[in-house]
């Protein structure tokens, strides 16, 4: 298979990330993506390629335009203002609040455009989030144009990002992007299957109320975890997209057997629906010595998970989304990799 890689996600470098008591260096940092790439060169999964550039109409198939425009001038704006640093928001507009008159300040615009303070801008984060998106685009038509499968090395992540709205590290929501963009070079039906430790709250939003993208999503309890605010059983998708939303919502301390078993249940659900394409949001933040997740898979579960998905036997790409622990992640994404090519 061969693997989307871009330099630029390197850019995105040194923000610090605000956790329940303190701010600390990010845990999204380049690295994650340097081993990933170093595992995939290793384990002589394929060829490494570079992403074409692409132009931002397919993100504005997804994103609000005024959201996908305002982006890019985030870091000019935050340095045009005398501040310096990340560029973090602190203030958000919630229940009670009008969510709908956007100030004219960049560190209240930056609350406008999230619902937390974890998509952070620094100098070159959106070169980042371009290349993730031109990375995810062509991914896609490698796909498109009769691979198997292919891998998009995304950094930043893009899960958490909705129709309008950035957080989680996510600014772009590069799965649904491609989603997207499959169907509208003629694919009818795609399913999204976020294995990603965290919900996938922004792929949900923005497919809710649509039959033509199935989004199933494993992921931690948001009554007990991020981003708490979505995610649980009983959001099943609305009007013509009732039932094509499935949340498998899992405990701390899930391990492979009960987490298997809703893979096993996501699976059935996927053939059913029976896509064109079929796009995993690949996280292994699932992994047991992950710093910030809940879950208890080891790295011999991987394999299994990208066998598993193989078995379907549908085009498949996969994007990169979570996983933290560094050393390891190479491992166990790669190994997602390997597992569905069965050696
Ligand atoms: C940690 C509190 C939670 C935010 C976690 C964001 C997770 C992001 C992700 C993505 F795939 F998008 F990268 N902080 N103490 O893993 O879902
Ligand atoms: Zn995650």
Do not use: L, N, Y
């Given at each position: 298979m061969k693997t989307v890689y871009s330099p630029l996600h390197a850019g995105h470098a040194g923000q610090m990330e605000l956790v329940t008591s303190a701010i600390v260096p990010g845990f999204e940092k380049p690295s994650r993506a340097e081993f990933i790439r170093a595992r995939v060169e290793s384990e002589k999964l394929g060829p490494i390629i570079r992403p074409l550039e692409h132009d931002l109409a397919a993100a504005k198939r997804i994103h609000k335009s005024d959201y996908i425009d305002f982006l890019p001038t985030v870091w000019p704006q935050w340095v045009a203002s005398g501040h310096e640093g990340t560029a973090m928001p602190f203030t958000w507009p919630t229940r009670g609040l009008r969510g709908d008159v956007p100030p004219k300040r960049i560190d209240a615009l930056l609350g406008y455009y999230s619902f937390d303070a974890g998509a952070t801008f620094v100098e070159g984060t959106w070169a980042a989030i371009k290349s993730s998106y031109d990375v995810a685009l062509t991914a896609a038509g490698l796909v498109k144009g009769g691979e198997r499968s292919a891998f998009a090395l995304c950094r930043p992540p893009g899960h958490h990002a909705g129709a309008g709205f950035m957080g989680g590290y996510c600014y772009v929501n590069n799965a649904a992007v491609a989603a997207q963009w499959f169907l509208d070079q003629g694919a009818k039906r795609i399913s999204i299957l976020d294995v990603d430790y965290h919900h996938g709250n922004g792929t949900q939003e923005i497919f809710y109320d649509r039959a033509d993208v199935q989004v199933l999503n494993l992921h931690g309890d948001p009554m007990v975890e991020y981003p708490f605010f979505l995610g649980h059983a009983?959001?099943?998708?609305?009007?013509?997209?009732?039932?094509?939303n499935i949340n498998y919502p899992m405990p701390f301390g899930t391990g492979w057997d009960a987490w298997n078993a809703s893979l096993e249940d996501a699976c059935a659900r996927l053939t059913a629906y029976a896509p064109d394409i079929v796009i995993v949001s690949l996280g292994?933040?699932?992994?047991?010595?992950?710093?910030i997740s809940q879950f208890k898979l080891t790295s011999p579960d991987y394999p299994k998970i990208g066998r598993r998905i193989a078995r379907l036997g549908l085009p498949t790409l996969f994007v990169m989304e979570g996983g933290y622990a560094v050393e390891e992640i190479g491992i166990n994404a790669v190994g997602v990799l390997t597992g569905f090519e069965d050696r």
């Open positions: 009983d959001e099943r998708g609305t009007g013509a997209g009732e039932g094509f292994v933040d699932t992994f047991e010595k992950d710093p």
